[in-house]
């Protein structure tokens, strides 16, 4: 009988599959975690809306905020909004979460909004090789035990 060769076609594609959907659900598992841990962490505060423009982009908005922090500094932060055009306009008032160790991560509305979504669709996907890659190794065990 002829040893089986571990790094075959046969072998290989379906181990790398199942490794790339387990690195995507690890990937959809971390975002969730550190969205979890920066909201836990976060401040909140009122920002003014300073200057609202084209970005580069042709359907980009960008926003201009600034804001004050915990230790009484006022801040900055510019913000895309995702649209070609925006409702905000300069003087307006925003709800801002911001990290009070690193004020570069300034969240203008909920994060979990932004991340969960993308994170849904990592797990999803990374699920789904798993699954059916398992799914297809079975179904060519049974072929195989049933046809010997």
């Known amino acids: 009988m002829k040893p089986k060769n571990v790094f075959s076609f046969k072998f290989f594609v379906p181990g790398f599959t199942i490794l790339f959907g387990l690195v995507l659900v690890v990937l959809a598992v971390m975002r969730v975690v550190q969205t979890e841990s920066f909201i836990n962490r976060a401040e909140q505060t009122t920002g003014t809306v300073i200057t609202s423009r084209q970005g580069i982009v042709i359907w980009d908005a960008v926003v201009t ?84």
């Open 65 to 148: 905020v600034s804001f004050p922090d915990t230790k009484g500094f006022t801040r900055k932060a510019e913000f895309e909004t995702g649209s070609t055009t925006t409702s905000l306009k300069q003087g307006d008032s925003l709800n801002l979460l911001y990290d009070s160790e690193d004020t570069s991560y300034v969240y203008f509305g909920n994060p979990r909004l932004k991340q969960y979504p993308v994170a849904g669709i990592y797990f999803f996907l990374g699920g789904c090789l798993i699954f059916f890659t398992l799914r297809r190794l079975r179904e060519g065990t049974a072929k195989a035990e049933t046809s010997a």
